[in-house]
C-alpha cells in the first residue's frame, strides 16, 4: 500500500525543539507538494508549511514563521519539519500530506505535546 509515515513526535518543554519526519513508500516525492497541518484538541486542522518538491519554494503560517523550517532529502525520500522554540500552543497531532495532481496521500499523526 501507498503510504505516509509520520514520525518524530513526542513529549518537550517550551523552548525545545523536535524534528518530525514524513517519509513515503511506493512511491517518490518527486512533483509533490508536501504540507504539514496539525490538530489541536478542539480546534480546526490547519496547514502549518509546505514545500513544493519541484522548485523548492517554502510556506509558514504566520504563528511557526521564524521557529520552524521544512526541508526536503530528496535521497531519503523524506521531508523534514524542525521546530524550535516550541510552545504550548504548538501542541497537537502533526499530519504530513502529499498531492500531485489527482494524487494525495495523507499520513497517520504524530503527537506533539508541549510541556509549559
Known amino acids: 500500500d501507498v503510504q505516509l509515515q509520520a514520525s518524530g513526535g513526542g513529549l518537550v518543554q517550551a523552548g525545545g525543539s523536535l524534528r518530525l519526519s514524513c517519509t513515503a513508500s511506493?512511491?517518490?516525492?518527486?512533483?509533490?507538494?508536501i504540507t504539514w497541518f496539525r490538530q489541536a484538541p478542539g480546534k480546526e486542522r490547519e496547514g502549518v508549511s509546505s514545500?513544493?518538491?519541484?522548485?523548492?519554494?517554502?510556506y509558514y503560517a504566520n504563528s511557526v514563521k521564524g521557529r520552524f523550517t521544512i526541508s526536503s532529502d530528496n535521497a531519503k525520500n523524506t521531508v523534514y519539519l524542525q521546530m524550535n522554540s516550541l510552545k504550548p500552543e504548538d501542541t497537537a497531532v502533526y499530519y504530513c500530506?502529499?498531492?500531485?495532481?489527482?494524487?494525495?496521500?495523507w499520513g497517520q499523526g504524530t503527537l506533539v505535546t508541549v510541556s509549559s
Open positions: 514545500i513544493n518538491n519541484s522548485g523548492g519554494s517554502t
Open positions: 500530506y502529499a498531492v500531485r495532481g489527482p494524487y494525495e496521500y
Open positions: 511506493e512511491f517518490t516525492f518527486e512533483g509533490y507538494v
